[in-house]
């Protein structure tokens, strides 16, 4: 896979439950069709929970990479307001 | 082997399967109005409706004698909504904040550090009066001075209105699905259906072992962390919900190790005040309504008990509120 070129890093590692799923809610929200997020967490409820929640949002999940331990690197295309 | 170390048994298997069920009570709560996602949601009814069958089979088998949990109205309304605004404040249930400590969450310690607190001033110490003063005043006996259930109050057996309730639910559930033309997706994890089976497995399986080292009760949390303060500060011995205690705090580290997910997580020293008034919160809740999230919501309502009904009802208000105040109106705001 190409790399994708990232326009914004959201970083939610050590976040305390929902934090991680909402900052990268609210933080998609705020972005232009098509743009990419790049989010880092370490939470692995969260990391099954975004993507079921991108979907609802309309907004799509390009990758969920494994780091190291429970760390994930979770690549997400904004889709823009609607 | 004392009878005892069975709690730990359970434990290790409780806290195995939440770790790698994501189980958390808050969680499906919360983001049933937060993130319109009813997953965990769905999961805790499974767990609910599996427990109910095993705990009328085991019932009427004599395996088991039911032990349902007294009707204080007021102490189950106060308290368990004082436990469900704690919870969102700790970011997770009892159940949850114990096993991600075995997970290495820091903000779950502390979260467990106010429950502990909470809970032993409340059942020992200087808000006892207040918590005992509450539960009299507020009781309403069912028959023969026992506690006030479902199936004493409708005149019936036991284990013929759960295993009615368990089918109606059932049927229920289905024409609910059918009509969302809902398809079963897997999860990337174990799956709701699978967890939810396993939680109440779990839950079927403590209720014997416990009641044969004493305690005729299933799976609780609050009461174990009190002992397990007991037991450091006033040379007290483990008992069986103590030792479950320690296994569920062993398995989610086991199970986090095996999965590679452990790991020491600091979030910001506000934070770690935020939890643990969360949990201190939840301490006091849990004792005055006389369980958490897991003694009356997993352990009274597949037993009936109305006053166990009444406090789930009453932690899901709570973590509403709490929820909305927190998460909802931040973000109305911003719009």
Redesign the interface.
Known sequence: MSEVKVDKTLDV??????YP??NT??TLKKMEKGQILEVLL????S???I???LK?QGHKLISTEQL????HRMLIEAHGLK | MEAVMTGLFVGILFGFVLQRG?F?M??AF??AI????N?LLKTVFVALLVEMVGFAIMDSAGAIAINPKPFWWGANLLGSFVFGIGMVLA??CASGITYRFG?G?V??MTAVLGLAVGGYFTAAGFLKPFKANLQAATTIPGADDGALTLHGILGMDYTVLAIIIVLIALVVWFFIARANKEKYEA???WGWVNTGILVGIVGILAFPLSAAAGRNYPLGITAGWINIVQVIFTGATFNWIGMLIVGVVVGGLIA?LI?????F???KPL?LLQ?FIGGLLMGFGAVTSGGCNIGHLLSGIPQLSLGSILAGISIVLGAWVASYVM?VLP?KK?Q
């Open positions: 590692c050590g976040k305390i439950c929902p799923d909402m809610m609210t370490d939470y692995p409820l990391v099954e929970r993507p079921r929640n609802k190291d331990g429970p760390n | 994501r958390c808050n969680s919360r983001d937060l993130l319109k996602d997953v970011g997770g997970e969450m903000g779950a999860d990337p994890g986090a999965s590679k997910e452990f790991k997580r600091v979030p934070v939890t998460f973000q911003e």
